[in-house]
T-cell receptor, first 115, second 114 residues
Framework: AQTVTQSQPEMSVQEAETVTLSCTYDTSESDYYLFWYKQPPSRQMILVIRQEAYKQQNATENRFSVNFQKAAKSFSLKISDSQLGDAAMYFC????????????FGQGTRLTINP | NAGVMQNPRHLVRRRGQEARLRCSPM?????VYWYRQLPEEGLKFMVYLQKENIIDESGMPKERFSAEFPKEGPSILRIQQVVRGDSAAYFC????????????FGDGTRLSIL
């Protein structure tokens, strides 16, 4: 079974600075998808960014980018120019590209932005 | 284009009662997933359904929990004889029938058991 681990329960960063959230996963599959979801206090689950495992190029979405290291099974999220609205729980998630469609989530990292 | 709609947003039940949680997927989405989030934890997969079919229920507790996605109407997650440990946020997600598309989440139902 696949597992996802987020080893940082909490992180904080000064507004306008850059922060990196860590995520590692375990799988025997070669084809899969990885995601970062944001959950603000409103509890919505908002898709931040996704990465296809077969793509070597790291995904980017405006201020959000990932560092995908397939051999190391690592998928970190970098947030540049942090804004107060980035404060939230961030969840890393894995999904197989074949068969099971369920998302496997990590435990989450609570990100605080200091003004 | 409405997103995934879940209702109610909050549901309070006494121990032993039944809880029914509803989820209407996004237009054009025929796949529905239910997840449970306990306080201070990540989301845990419960069940994956397509219209009139349960595809994967590997995350569903063996007793008291059931789910359906009828031909017409929303998907329903039903919890019979609720206990305090059922208190959680229950999220529904939907996706189109293409495996490479991400799931879109509803706002969740927070279930509180008195």
């Amino acid at each position: 079974a696949q597992t996802v681990t987020q080893s940082q329960p909490e992180m904080s960063v000064q507004e306008a600075e850059t922060v990196t959230l860590s995520c590692t996963y375990d799988t025997s599959e070669s084809d899969y998808y990885l995601f970062w979801y944001k959950q603000p206090p409103s509890r919505q689950m908002i898709l931040v960014i996704r990465q296809e495992a077969y793509k070597q190029q790291n995904a980017t979405e405006n201020r959000f980018s990932v560092n995908f290291q397939k051999a190391a099974k690592s998928f970190s999220l970098k947030i540049s120019d942090s804004q107060l609205g980035d404060a939230a729980m961030y969840f890393c998630a894995y999904r197989s590209a074949r068969g099971a469609q369920k998302l496997v989530f990590g435990q989450g990292t609570r990100l605080t932005i200091n003004p | 284009n409405a997103g995934v709609m879940q209702n109610p947003r909050h549901l309070v039940r006494r121990r032993g009662q039944e809880a029914r949680l509803r989820c209407s997927p996004m237009k054009g989405h025929s796949h529905v997933y239910w997840y449970r989030q306990l306080p201070e934890e990540g989301l845990k997969f419960m069940v994956y359904l397509q219209k009139e079919n349960i595809i994967d229920e590997s995350g569903m507790p063996k007793e008291r929990f059931s789910a359906e996605f009828p031909k017409e109407g929303p998907s329903i997650l039903r919890i019979q004889q609720v206990v305090r440990g059922d208190s959680a946020a229950y999220f529904c997600a939907s996706s189109p029938p293409y495996s490479n598309q991400p799931q879109h989440f509803g706002d969740g139902t927070r279930l509180s058991i008195l």
